[in-house]
């Protein structure tokens, strides 16, 4: 080897390091831009032995049943239009129409055709600064690619689990909030568009929760923490311990599955963790640092397994009312009241 070629290899291993540290900068900077940068606060609690009022797992259902009666909720469709309507009136009812909020947005769909979309957003004690905020989805998917027919894959589902439940246990929670005014504020936030997605198509999945995260209605929002509910009311849920909720606020994990055993409610509220699910408190942890968990329906993970073990009915035309179970709503309902109405320091 001659000097030269020395000098040359030498020259060729700078520029190789150089771009390997540009490299690891540039991922750096990516992440540090994805995260909002605040860290998680220290969240503490207490059992303050305050009443907490009853959950009707009845009414709750019948939330559900209302939902699913407008049909398919995917952007565009009339169950959506209908649909919004109806949680709209029935928030306003409960909470004030001065207290209920829809932040509208477009979505540009797969085909090009414009999408009029809106998360809405209602506030319980407005005036009071403490708050938390309680999140659903309320949009359906417009397909069932996982349904064992191929002919029905490319129909809309009946989302009663999959959207419909979460938002079933947060209009019970708007009118017991009504009735009992809870402790400190709450704000109830159902997001559109959460499930629009193609398979693994991220960037069309979340549209809502993006959104509001990216253009928040109100500056400087800072609740304690929030709590999402996705698919929480079949008969065979399980919730193990979501691990993007356990990455970001752990100790709200703690608490909620705590309350669950106290409540003897482990069965399921399995003390086990779960997979790491993007969903819409993925992307509100990373855009706005505010903790937030998930409550979300699937099997833990057996050791080395990639794949989600998300229920039999996941993204089929089987997510109806039949696999509802007012059981299931009532164990979700119970533990959640606990947290809001007795145990926020
Ligand atoms: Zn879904």
């Known amino acids: 080897m001659t000097g030269r070629v020395i000098q040359m290899a030498f020259v060729a291993y700078i520029a190789f390091v150089a771009f390997t540290l540009f490299l690891v900068a540039a991922s750096a900077c990516d992440r540090k831009e994805r995260d909002s940068g605040v860290s998680?606060?220290?969240?503490?609690?207490?059992?303050?032995?305050?009443?907490?009022?009853?959950?009707?797992?009845?009414?709750?259902?019948h939330f559900i049943e209302r939902q699913v009666s407008f049909g398919p909720r995917n952007p565009g469709s009339e169950g959506h239009r209908k649909t919004r309507d109806y949680l709209v009136g029935t928030l306003q009812?409960?909470?004030?129409?001065?207290?209920?909020?829809?932040?509208?947005?477009t979505h540009t769909g797969y085909s090009g055709e414009m999408y009029r979309m809106g998360n809405i957003i209602a506030s319980f004690r407005p005036g009071m600064g403490d708050r938390v905020m309680l999140l659903a989805h309320w949009d359906?998917?417009?397909?069932?690619e996982k349904d064992p027919d191929p002919l029905k894959r490319s129909q809309p589902i009946p989302g009663a689990d999959d959207g419909g439940s979460g938002v079933g246990v947060l209009l019970e929670f708007a009118r017991i909030f009504h009735d009992h005014p809870p402790p400190l504020?709450?704000?109830?936030?159902?997001?559109?568009?959460?499930?629009?997605?193609?398979?693994?198509?991220?960037?069309?999945?979340?549209?809502?929760?993006?959104?509001w995260s990216?253009?928040?209605?109100?500056?400087?929002?800072?609740?304690?923490?929030?709590?999402?509910?996705?698919?929480?009311?079949?008969?065979d849920a399980v919730f193990p311990r979501e691990g993007f909720s356990m990455q970001y606020a752990p100790g709200l994990v703690d608490e909620v599955w705590e309350i669950a055993r106290q409540m003897g409610y482990d069965h399921l509220f399995v003390d086990e963790k779960g997979s790491s699910i993007a969903d819409?408190?993925?992307?509100i942890n990373r855009k706005t640092g505010i903790p937030t968990i998930n409550i979300i329906h699937?099997?833990?993970?057996?050791?080395?397994?990639?794949?989600?073990?998300f229920p039999e009915h996941w993204h089929t035309h089987a997510d109806d009312m039949d696999i509802i179970s007012t059981e299931t709503l009532q164990a979700v309902g119970e533990v959640?009241?606990?947290?809001?109405?007795?145990?926020i320091r």
Do not use: C
């Open 214 to 235: 990216e253009n928040p209605p109100v500056p400087e929002y800072r609740p304690r923490f929030g709590v999402l509910l996705d698919m929480v009311g079949a008969g």
């Open 298 to 309: 699937h099997k833990p993970p057996r050791p080395l397994q990639t794949a989600i073990n």
């Open 93 to 105: 009812s409960y909470a004030g129409s001065q207290a209920v909020y829809v932040q509208q947005f």
């Open 40 to 61: 998680a606060p220290r969240l503490s609690f207490v059992d303050r032995d305050r009443e907490v009022p009853a959950f009707s797992a009845d009414s709750a259902y």
């Open 280 to 283: 819409d408190h993925w992307i």
């Open 185 to 211: 504020g709450v704000d109830i936030l159902l997001f559109d568009g959460e499930d629009y997605g193609r398979e693994g198509d991220l960037d069309y999945y979340f549209l809502g929760s993006r959104y």
């Open 336 to 343: 959640l009241l606990e947290l809001v109405y007795n145990r």
């Open 140 to 144: 359906t998917r417009p397909r069932a």
